[in-house]
């Protein structure tokens, strides 16, 4: 194993630790991401039998660098070579039922690894002189790791009564790592679910925020789904469950139709915002869904009831209000429109229309239409997919011809209230709109001369006169 401890600042900590005879180990992450192979991300969990903050400023001292120390934690963090090193003091923990704050006593190697999540976590290194290398290894991660299963090291109904993060936990490694949940384990999340309420918000969405930005998010889903924490934490979601069937017409399950276009969107891009407009792109189909008679079931107006529904929706789960939700409202309101456009002989107007609606969103806007198409006929899969590349096309020839993302009209309500001699009021308004619809049908060219000469004619129209004509 001493192939795994082959970064200077190992050899640098193992002196020292045997110079003032503190015994330390490298655990949790580092080990588990060497024995996988992985990438290691650049922070090193070190524990300490004894004080990790005593220890952590003798290393500080030593390396000559800043220690940040976290008392409340018992923890302490230093910077070495580029990689962030914590180290922790060995801690035995009990708990009380209303809290997830543990009681915390000094302990062994062994009370550590107990406490520990999962057994994969549980794994030591030893940097000590006498068994420098050697895998500390008491609940067998390494055999989990090679059956790729997420267990915990000990009852797994206490270990997450305990601690309810810790079902959000094992459900994001399982995702991120492609792994199974062991049926006592996933077991224990069903029955412990209803522990979830004691964990802050912020908590959860941090963990769901993880398993949306995995390569295959929809493990994640379907895990927190079949545990029950999703109907918990995200109640909207789990809503788009299930086929109603009336006449013997029934309509696809929503439920599994977002997890398969977040999976589609996840092989496109890594943006986190462009993911929860996949997740939220259909949330208010149960709440406009009705029964036809002639055409069976209909969502009409989903995607402007959905728009509308984002900012509350970001607020509860406790994610940004800013131009983030803003990005997300907007693909949920659009997210139909390039389907259309899909559909029909594309005009121009209705693509200048969503080159000045979408903006610099544009593209985004494309890839969550390109990922919303999940039929599972391969006659309509791929004629939706040609006609999305013409739309691109057209978005492109457009956009280089008309320069309409982002668009302003040439023409400002101050122009307006100048060239007639007018107050702010409903004439103005009136020829500003008249403006920009006359260049979004293409009845006037986007160009200022057009624009003044057509703003004119309007003023007209409404009794105006222009000062100078």
Known sequence: MKEHLQLPIFEELSNLAHEHRVDIYVIGGYVRDRLMNRSFKN???????????????????HLKTKVSVFR???TAMLRYDHIDVEF?????????????????????????????????????????KNNYGELLDPFNGIKDIQIRTIRTPLDPQETFSDDPLRMMRAIRFATQLKFKIDSATFNAIKAQKERIKIISRERITDELNKIILADKPSIGFNYLFDTGLLPLIFPLMSQLFGVEMINGKGHKD???????VLDNIAELSDDLWLRWAAILHDIAKPATKRFDKKVGWTFHGHEDKGARMVPKIFADLKLPLNDKMKFVQKLVLLHLRPIVLAQDIVTDSAVRRLLYEAGDDIDGLMKLCHADVTTKNEYKRKK???NFELVK????????????????PPISGDDIMKAFG?????????????IREAILEGDIKNNREEALHFMKQKGKELGLTALHS
């Open 43 to 61: 922070d090193i969990d070190i524990l300490v039998l004894g004080s990790g903050i005593d220890f952590a400023e003798k290393v500080g001292d």
């Open 72 to 74: 409340n934690f018992g």
């Open 88 to 128: 922790v003091g060995a801690r035995r923990e009990s708990y009380r039922k209303d809290s997830r704050k543990p009681i915390v006593e000094d302990g062994t190697l062994a009370d550590d690894q107990k406490r520990r999540d999962f057994t994969i976590n549980a794994m030591a290194l030893s940097l000590n």
């Open 254 to 260: 929503n439920f599994y139709h977002t997890l398969e």
């Open 384 to 386: 939706y997919r040609e």
């Open 393 to 408: 096309q057209k978005l492109k020839d457009v956009e280089e011809r008309d320069q309409m993302r982002n668009w302003q």
């Open 422 to 434: 007018i107050p702010p009021g409903r004439e103005v308004g009136l020829i500003k709109k008249a």
